[in-house]
């Protein structure tokens, strides 16, 4: 995985939409999020800082499965 991640793409907006967007004086803005694990912040400190707590903690760091493994 990258330190980037991928680029998402924004849903594209119908015509009204935009056309009440333009109407009502309201801006589309692109905000970035962090993922960790399962998890989406905000704020970066945030991602950080619980990665940082699992790592202290001895759990695995970076991407979480949901599906815990198969124990036979």
């Known amino acids: 995985m990258s330190i980037?991640?991928?680029e998402e793409q924004?849903?594209?907006l119908s015509l009204e939409a935009?056309?009440?967007m333009e109407r009502y004086g309201i801006v589309r803005v692109p905000a970035d999020s962090f993922?960790?694990?399962e998890f989406r912040?905000?704020?970066l400190q945030d991602a950080l800082a619980q990665a940082k707590r699992d790592a202290d903690n001895?759990?695995?760091?970076g991407t979480w499965d949901a599906a815990?493994?198969?124990r036979s």
């Open 35 to 37: 993922r960790y694990r």
């Open 41 to 43: 912040y905000t704020n």
């Open 68 to 70: 815990p493994p198969h």
């Open 4 to 6: 980037m991640g991928t």
């Open 18 to 20: 935009r056309q009440e």
């Open 10 to 12: 924004r849903p594209a």
């Open 58 to 61: 001895g759990q695995r760091i």
